[in-house]
T-cell receptor, first 113, second 111 residues
Framework: ETGVTQSPTHLIKTRGQQVTLRCSSQSGHNTVSWYQQALGQGPQFIFQYYREEENGRGNFPPRFSGLQFPNYSSELNVNALELDDSALYLC????????????FGPGTRLTVL | QKEVEQNSGPLSVPEGAIASLNCTYSDRGSQSFFWYRQYSGKSPELIMSIYSNGDKEDGRFTAQLNKASQYVSLLIRDSQPSDSATYLCAVNVNRDDKIIFGKGTRLHILP
């Protein structure tokens, strides 16, 4: 059974640029959630995708957008990068939406200069 | 009021002792509760989930839930140095599938 994978591992961008982060869900999982984790903080919910549809969104501006593909992999896109977007971006996948158990990938460390 | 609150620590516990981690939450409709362990520089790892009042045991870990008091805790028995990590409490907010995390408690097991 393949776990959750994310790419790239690390990324350095400059203010104003755009970035796309990728996530492959664990085998058999149909739901992907994205989180932003700043240093010393808990993960902050960005949004969730269930069967290719957005299924909930946190308090993030519209420049954070996402996509889920038929194979349940997902992308997180961030436009007009700001310095405060520097963080660890985590993807978590789940199958059973009633139990809500989510399993995290290794994350992408984004640095905005 | 913050939705999920944890003491940030650090909590220092001697090796072999019981570590007790606490969490309170604000949404009375919350139904699902989780504890994640996060080592420095790594992603969170799910260690316990609990859905009903009472205790749930898994090896050296026991999760305790009290919905009336809006309180969930994690006990780690026979603490080992490898248990040193940040422990994140997470709660499902019942109105949607969003899961809210606390800031985490740093646990340090003293050899």
């Amino acid at each position: 059974e393949t776990g959750v994978t994310q790419s790239p591992t690390h990324l350095i961008k400059t203010r104003g640029q755009q970035v796309t982060l990728r996530c492959s869900s664990q085998s058999g999982h149909n739901t992907v959630s994205w989180y932003q984790q700043a240093l010393g903080q808990g993960p902050q919910f960005i949004f969730q995708y269930y069967r290719e549809e957005e299924n909930g969104r946190g308090n993030f501006p519209p420049r954070f957008s996402g996509l889920q593909f038929p194979n349940y992999s997902s992308e997180l896109n961030v436009n007009a990068l700001e310095l405060d977007d520097s963080a660890l971006y985590l993807c978590a996948s789940s199958f059973d939406t009633s139990t809500k158990e989510q399993f995290f990938g290794p994350g992408t460390r984004l640095t905005v200069l | 009021q913050k939705e999920v609150e944890q003491n940030s620590g650090p909590l220092s516990v001697p090796e072999g002792a019981i570590a007790s981690l606490n969490c309170t939450y604000s949404d009375r409709g919350s139904q699902s509760f989780f504890w994640y362990r996060q080592y420095s520089g790594k992603s969170p790892e799910l260690i316990m989930s609990i859905y009903s009042n009472g205790d749930k045991e898994d090896g050296r870990f026991t999760a305790q839930l009290n919905k009336a008091s809006q309180y969930v805790s994690l006990l780690i028995r026979d603490s080992q140095p490898s248990d040193s990590a940040t422990y994140l409490c997470a709660v499902n907010v019942n109105r949607d599938d969003k899961i809210i995390f606390g800031k985490g408690t740093r646990l340090h097991i003293l050899p």
